[in-house]
């Protein structure tokens, strides 16, 4: 298995408190996804990193900041956790974007009371 | 928009019969596709991935065509075993941003 640990596994929080979830990588991987999944819509990317400090926004990125200060890290953070962002949230690297497998991490199960 | 559709949404089989999934895609202008699994409360886990220059893909049982022009790809896995059971999921990666869109998956199980 491709090194990849997502923290916390599992949250549960309230609506308006911020929340940072962390991807951690061992493989030297260039690229990071941040995606989210939720029955009947597949996985929706989120935010995505192709190197340290550069990120680009995906399908689903309004209500999600990201940072990436170092390769084997990429932070999702949700400024002020709404209800609607309750969701499994998948961390993914790849060598190559486009050319490569992705591999992901376990996921975060979040809870936004 | 790249729209991935994977019918049908869940398939009961016995032990020992062949499985076949679908996965149909709407913009041909593809780099290339991968095959998922996931198994209940896991991540994903990379089963094969097709370039766009190619029309199959072989990994032990497993069995995945790419027919660009038609917007599918096929996953067979030969005589299913109760350990199939998962979700498969459909990833295209679009030659245009290099970002994967889903399919919503196809949740297989085996009786034993």
């Known amino acids: 298995d491709a090194g990849i640990t997502q923290s916390p596994r599992h949250k549960v929080t309230e609506t308006g408190t911020p929340v940072t979830l962390r991807c951690h990588q061992t493989?030297?991987?260039?690229?990071m996804y941040w995606y989210r999944q939720d029955p009947g819509h597949g996985l929706r990317l989120i935010h995505y990193?192709?190197?340290?400090?550069?990120?680009d926004k995906g399908e689903v990125s309004d209500g999600y900041s990201v940072s990436r200060s170092k390769t084997e890290d990429f932070l999702l953070t949700l400024e002020s956790a709404t209800s609607s962002q309750t969701s499994v949230y998948f961390c993914?690297?790849?060598?190559?974007?486009?050319?490569?497998?992705?591999?992901f991490g376990p996921g975060t199960r979040l809870t936004v009371l | 928009k790249q729209e991935v559709t994977q019918i049908p949404a869940a398939l009961s089989v016995p032990e020992g019969e062949n499985l076949v999934l679908n996965c149909s895609f709407t913009?041909?202008?593809?780099?290339?596709l991968q095959w998922f699994r996931q198994d209940p409360g896991k991540g994903l886990t990379s089963l094969l991935l097709?370039?766009?220059?190619?029309r199959e893909q072989t990994s032990g049982r497993l069995n995945a065509s790419l027919d660009k022009s038609s917007g599918r790809s096929t996953l067979y896995i030969a005589a299913s075993q109760p350990g199939d059971s998962a979700t498969y999921l459909c990833?295209?990666?679009?030659?245009?941003?290099?970002?994967?869109?889903f399919g919503a998956g196809t949740t297989v199980t085996v009786r034993a």
């Open positions: 993914a690297i790849s060598g190559l974007a486009g050319a490569d497998t992705q591999y």
């Open positions: 493989e030297n991987h260039r690229y």
């Open positions: 990193s192709y190197g340290v400090k550069d990120t």
């Open positions: 913009d041909s202008a593809i780099y290339n």
């Open positions: 097709i370039q766009s220059s190619q």
């Open positions: 990833a295209v990666n679009s030659s245009n941003d290099y970002k994967l869109s």
